[in-house]
């Protein structure tokens, strides 16, 4: 079964940063799409950003300008993340889609907790 785990996660301040990781039991580009979602207590879980096996992203209006989506050489995605607000925090996690024969099959990590405050 696909598996994805993150990495990175923690308390940080204000305006600082962190650095996520998410590391997937194949290659990523077996998938079209790797990224992040994060999830608030009592909220949908939003996307925050993706990348495309053709290096296509695509982030969420709240994180443009702050946070960068990457990928390694066929290994893991990344999620930096600059001048965080306490409205970042949430639970984050990672997101593989694979679309075989039109139908999207989703695969989520476990989370990891991303705490923004002072």
């Known amino acids: 079964q696909v598996q994805l785990v993150e990495s990175g996660g923690g308390l940080v301040q204000p305006g600082g940063s962190l650095r996520l990781s998410c590391a997937a039991s194949?290659?990523?580009?077996?998938?079209?799409?790797v990224g992040w979602y994060c999830q608030a207590p009592g909220k949908q879980r939003d996307l925050v950003a993706t990348v495309t096996n053709g290096g296509i992203t695509n982030y969420a209006d709240s994180v443009k300008g702050r946070f960068t989506i990457s990928r390694d050489n066929a290994k893991s995605v990344f999620l930096q993340m600059n001048s965080l607000e306490p409205e970042d925090t949430a639970v984050y996690y990672c997101?593989?889609?694979?679309?075989?024969?039109?139908?999207?099959?989703?695969?989520w990590g476990q989370g990891t907790q991303v705490t923004v405050s002072s």
């Open positions: 194949g290659s990523i580009f077996s998938f079209n799409a």
């Open positions: 997101y593989a889609v694979r679309q075989v024969s039109g139908t999207r099959f989703v695969y």
